[in-house]
């Protein structure tokens, strides 16, 4: 008759499986080999030198910083976010020249040898005149001559300006057959240069927003050619 089978049966080829496991976990009294020890505390065996270590919870850290710290100290915390210095304000370049209240003076202006004042006035001077003299003061003058420069282009500009509206107006007239409006023009454009040469002359402040843009072109472009 085939034996009963129980839950510990785990190997269906060898019925015998637990059978044979449970005797062979006996002695030949029948006791189990292993038993619990009885009899008194555990205790504490002895430790060798290099196991005193295990005192200090600080003493193995394998990135442990010794420079002047006691080796009980805390590690520094990398969560620390850094310092940065403040970078310095933007602070624009200054303005190479701005018109402002002042008398025109005597002194000889370097590159052309001309006196301070006629060198201010000419750029604006009618014709063909302040054409040629802006062009030699922005060729000969030097650059840390601010105010002579900032006329001669800004005469410039403006004499460039009035022959291009006059051009326009030449065509106009060609076509319609009337010169009027370029006659009142070139008047218009005659009276306000020598409005300009006056201002000049008299130390005020003159400056052309319209023109800004080109002047500024042609007095950056525009350099001395010798030292």
């Given amino acids: 008759m085939e034996p009963k089978k129980t839950k510990y049966d785990t190997n269906p080829l060898d019925p015998d499986f637990v059978k044979k496991t449970e005797e062979i976990g006996r002695e030949d009294n029948g006791d189990p080999i292993t038993q619990d020890v009885r009899g008194g505390a555990t205790r504490e065996i002895g430790s060798s030198a290099n196991e005193n270590a295990r005192g200090n919870v600080y003493s ?4 442990r910083r010794y420079d002047n710290l006691p080796l009980d100290s805390p590690y520094q915390s990398v969560f620390v976010p850094p310092t940065y210095s403040q970078p310095a304000p933007y602070q624009p370049s200054p303005a190479p020249y ?13 590159g052309v040898g001309l006196p301070e004042k006629w060198a201010l006035i000419l750029p604006y001077a009618p014709f063909y005149i302040g054409v040629v003299a802006s062009l030699i003061e922005l060729f000969l003058v030097p650059k840390n001559e601010t105010r002579v420069r900032f006329h001669a282009s800004q005469g410039l500009a403006l004499h460039i300006a009035i022959m291009v509206v ?4 030449g065509v106009v007239g060609a076509i319609t057959g009337s010169s009027v409006g370029g006659k009142l023009f070139g008047l218009a454009a005659f009276v ?14 003159h400056y052309i927003a319209p023109l800004a843009e080109p002047a500024k072109w042609f007095e950056e472009h525009i350099k001395r050619t010798k030292s």
């Fill in 166 to 169: 006059q051009t326009v107006f």
């Fill in 98 to 110: 701005r018109p402002l209240t002042q008398m025109p003076t005597a002194r000889s202006v370097p």
């Fill in 60 to 63: 193995e850290a394998p990135t």
């Fill in 192 to 205: 306000f240069l020598i409005i300009s040469m006056i201002r000049v002359w008299k130390g005020e402040p």
